[in-house]
């Protein structure tokens, strides 16, 4: 792929919160699915994209991304009438990607056939892991088996299939992730994402590793697991495409690309977030909330703030060099009205250069392969401090 065909096609997100029962994975835990008025809701999410279509007119689709709670259990007819909507007001670009979002489960499952005879043609299933044991401490419901179980069912229903497994997990050795990790490879999938686990302040692993209960790789073990993650995904013909994904050529997530080269897209449903024409937009996240503003206002938007130049340019930048192709420097520029020596500190970006980890012809910038193992650090050195 090459930043210079990036399109002005848009995307748009769903949000769906509701979950089958009461769900360690998400925010609403007292949504349930039994308690859904299922005509009420698929009003106001039509209303809600209406609103969205209406505020950008002359665009096409390439992307619907299905996600949230458990969007698998949208009902079919729902997410008939949202594509059905979305076509309708937008138009859908030749070969867009519709993708939905599902846990491993075998409820789940059951209904992905029925997805994808109303037009679903991708799903993103979330594995985690192929180790029971570490399934339980991530506090996955289903297990191994069942997962793949379901990620046989997608297989055979779905014209394309990712998954995600979570590794650097606690006690992992660097044999046993690259022994998943060719398991993971076995099952021929076009598309995996594959995460490091990250302790976040405030969940139940950042207690447990303050009491120094959970220990997970750092340092020079990170580094290693995620060198042989890398080799071992470009081996297998499915390289890194962004810093935790890895596709076949041409088997990217065309939504995903959306978010990290700075596309507009629209966001519907509680919690959705969007950007559009230099607007980021935020619908209210409590249920009961969006469906009252959505009856009383046609929307469900809570925040709907202008971004400054340097702000988008910024954050343009940021999302861009995590991806293995970079960055056009002159569509940022473009973006934050500004020259880019602007945004990035040009002496930091020599020393970057001289290490082998960042390099920049004229107006195209990546970070090196060498570089992406320490992204983290990199991009708060590279970018101006006063931008």
């Excluded at 999410?45 to 950008?56: K, P, Q, S």
């Excluded at 793949?148 to 979570?166: C, M």
């Excluded at 449903?269 to 935020?282: E, I, K, N």
């Excluded at 925040?303 to 060099?321: F, V, Y």
Aim: hydrophobic content about 45%.
């Amino acid at each position: 792929m090459n930043p210079a065909e990036i399109t002005q096609d848009l995307a748009l997100y769903v949000h769906w919160p509701f979950c089958v029962s009461k769900c360690p994975y998400c925010d609403f835990n007292s949504h349930v699915r039994d308690g859904v008025d299922q005509a009420a809701w698929r009003a106001a999410l039509l209303a809600d994209l209406a609103h969205e279509a209406m505020l950008t007119p002359g665009r096409k689709l390439g992307s619907i991304f299905f996600g949230g709670g458990t969007p698998s259990l949208m009902p079919p007819e729902t997410v008939a009438a949202i594509l059905r909507a979305a076509e309708d007001s937008w138009g859908f670009t030749d070969g867009i990607e519709i993708t939905l979002e599902a846990n491993p489960s075998s409820v789940e499952a059951a209904r992905f056939a029925d997805i994808a005879a109303v037009g679903v043609n991708r799903v993103s299933l979330g594995l985690q892991a192929l180790d029971n044991e570490a399934l339980a401490f991530l506090g996955r419901a289903h297990d191994v088996d069942e997962g793949l179980a379901a990620l046989a069912t997608a297989q055979a229903a779905f014209e394309r299939v990712s998954f995600d497994l979570i590794y650097a997990r606690p006690d992992q050795r660097l044999a046993d992730w690259e022994a998943e990790l060719a398991r993971a490879l076995s099952f021929g999938t076009e598309h995996l994402s594959l995460y490091q686990l990250t302790i976040e302040p405030g969940t139940r692993f950042a207690t447990e590793a303050a009491a120094g209960r959970i220990v997970i790789p750092d340092g020079d073990a990170a580094a290693d697991l995620f060198e042989a993650t890398r080799a071992m995904t470009a081996s297998a013909g499915l390289p890194a495409y962004e810093i935790s994904n890895h596709a076949r050529p041409g088997a990217e997530s065309r939504h995903n690309l959306v978010y990290w080269r700075y596309q507009d897209y629209a966001g519907i449903g509680p919690g959705a977030h969007g950007r559009r024409s230099g607007l980021a937009t935020v619908r209210r996240k409590k249920p009961e909330n969006w469906m009252t503003a959505v009856a009383r206002n046609q929307h469900g938007i809570e925040i709907e703030e202008a971004l400054s130049p340097a702000t988008r340019a910024t954050e343009a930048l940021l999302m861009g060099l995590r991806l293995r192709e970079g960055v056009d420097l002159a569509r940022i520029a473009a973006i934050g009205d500004c020259s880019i020596t602007d945004l990035i500190d040009e002496r930091a970006l020599a020393r970057l250069e001289d290490q082998g980890l960042a390099q920049r012809n004229d107006n195209h910038l990546h970070i090196t392969e060498a570089g992406m193992l320490l992204l983290d650090a990199i991009l708060p050195v590279l970018l101006r401090q006063d931008s």
